[in-house]
């Protein structure tokens, strides 16, 4: 990924271009990385400008006089010909500052047209850059990749040298551990890793490296960027009760995610993921955690409202920044769960900002998975409102299947009313769970009403310190009712509409839905 970079900064040196911007986390190896290729295009020299440091030669050791502010470092720059100039960190403007407002702006321009009429390069560096009007035309944004498989072994080595080196008991890890610490790592800045495997260390008394503390600095890492949430639980299939079209699909698709190299020999393409359209409740987010566990994938959680800011440019940002994070810990699974809640308000009422950003992401879900050089991403968006989701998420090609999630179906319900009971330490077999499975059908319970009816009888229950029995299931199921009957029209909408659109997530029951049906 790194060498993708270089030859991308490469050609740009080559080619004369004046302004180049480069937003990443990773600023001290890429420095490293432009002050390697940029003398090869531009040889009078290479300058960095930090904050309070100003504005010196790569090779020297002070800096030239007035330019600790970056007022100072741009006029600066204006002496220098044929060389590359990076300033780091340097935006000093406000996102909403009007055109023309800002001092810096006014001499930023002025620098940018010196440097295009004195073959000079000035590259901005920072994990956060917002673009002036002023310059827009003239900058050009290039990526800076996370660590990859490759520089994350050699942080490692880096590592396992210095434990070496400070602790006799050290054990360094061997192949099938050090694959584990480098997937967890992904994801990690250079300094955020080799972080994380030192606090491994220490918290083993110096013994070894392990990839489970790896994995919860990361998780730290990425609640702290507020727009992810890493999704860690030990749901499995036999936990989802039903829904069997769709693990079935899962489990044909594993193979290929496991074995990319193999399927890509055989042309067969990267899995995008799916889609779940249904009834609110009826277990599309928990067999979306279970399917990551089935594909031993981490799991992301996207909430499209965390992307959208007040301020300028904010929405975008996070947008490409979200991306960048999903790709840097991939491969993964991603869930966005309500995802026609998310785009629901796109129009032109915010200046385009919604559009702007509905469209950066079409176009990577779209395009995602093709580069064969970066990992993989299977999606898993749910839906309840299919009225809501706009079309270019329904068109063919975008997802690998569309699945329906209903009800559940008699013997859905005969598995999701054990697999409560077990869970609460009871055992199904002392209980009439094929009674209780056709009165919770027959009324339209989804797999969150039933799991609700078993959790309100065992309440019952311990509030009269006894065991729980068939008649306090029967009391919960009784008083319930359920969504199908509230929203009794709008479910018949759904499911007319899937009947052509949408493949069954599980096998159908055609028996209608009765509220005065519980025979027990």
């Not at 740009?12 to 001290?28: H, N, Q, S």
Request: proline share 5%.
């Amino acid at each position: 990924m790194t060498t993708q970079f270089s030859d991308e900064l490469t050609a740009k040196l080559a080619a004369g271009f004046y302004c180049l911007g480069i937003r990443t986390p990773r600023i001290e190896a890429c420095r490293t990385e432009i002050i390697k290729i940029a003398p090869t295009k531009r040889p009078q020299g290479t300058f960095i400008w930090r904050l309070g440091d100003g504005l010196k030669n790569v090779t020297a050791k002070e800096a030239a006089s007035d330019t600790e502010d970056l007022l100072g470092g741009l006029i600066a720059c204006r002496k220098t010909m044929r060389s590359t100039v990076i300033f780091e960190n340097a935006q000093t403007w406000r996102e909403d500052d009007p055109p023309g407002a800002s001092a810096e702006i006014a001499a930023l321009t002025a620098t940018i047209e010196y440097c295009r009429n004195a073959g000079n390069t000035i590259i901005f560096v920072g994990p956060r850059f917002t673009i002036p009007p002023e310059i827009q035309h003239h900058i050009v944004m290039l990526d800076f990749p996370m660590p990859d498989e490759s520089c994350l072994n050699g942080i490692l080595d880096q590592s396992i040298k210095v434990c070496k080196k400070y602790s006799s008991v050290f054990v360094a890890p061997q192949n099938g551990e050090r694959d584990a610490l480098v997937q967890a790592g992904k994801g990690l800045t250079d300094f955020e890793f080799e972080n994380a495997l030192m606090l491994s260390v220490v918290k083993h008394v110096g013994l070894h490296m392990d990839p489970t503390i790896v994995q919860r600095e990361k998780v730290a890492g990425i609640k702290r960027s507020s727009l992810l949430e890493i999704v860690e639980r030990p749901t499995t299939f036999d936990d989802v009760g039903g829904l069997e079209h769709v693990k079935q699909f899962i489990l044909r698709r594993k193979k290929v995610i496991k074995n990319l190299k193999k399927a890509r020999e055989a042309k067969l393409d990267v899995p995008k993921g799916i889609m779940l359209i249904g009834v609110p409740g009826a277990g599309k987010s928990f067999i979306s955690i279970a399917i990551a566990n089935a594909l031993e994938l981490p799991l992301l959680s996207l909430d499209i409202g965390r992307l959208f800011g007040s301020l300028v440019g904010q929405s975008e940002q996070n947008t490409r920044t979200t991306i960048e994070i999903i790709e840097s810990v991939a491969p993964c699974c991603l869930l966005i769960e309500e995802i026609e809640k998310g785009f629901s308000g796109t129009s032109e009422h915010d200046g385009g900002t919604s559009m702007r950003v509905f469209g950066t992401f079409l176009t990577w879900l779209q395009d995602r998975n093709r580069d064969a050089d970066k990992s993989p991403v299977f999606i898993i968006a749910t839906a309840n409102d299919v009225s809501a989701l706009r079309p270019e998420f329904l068109r063919k090609g975008r997802w690998d299947e569309i699945f329906f999630v209903d009800l559940p179906n008699v013997l859905e319900c005969r598995n999701i009313l054990s697999i409560h009971l077990k869970l609460r330490n009871e055992d199904p077999n002392n209980f009439k769970v094929a009674a209780f499975a056709e009165a919770v059908h027959s009324k339209g319970f989804t797999g969150s009403e039933i799991e609700q009816a078993i959790v309100t009888a065992k309440y019952d229950a311990y509030d009269e310190d006894r065991n729980l029995t068939n008649d306090d299931i029967k009391k919960a199921v009784t008083s319930t009712i359920p969504l199908a009957v509230t929203m009794r029209e709008r479910i018949a909408t759904l499911r007319e509409w899937a009947i052509t659109r949408a493949r069954p997530a599980s096998e159908g029951d055609d028996t209608p839905i009765n509220p005065r049906n519980l025979a027990l």
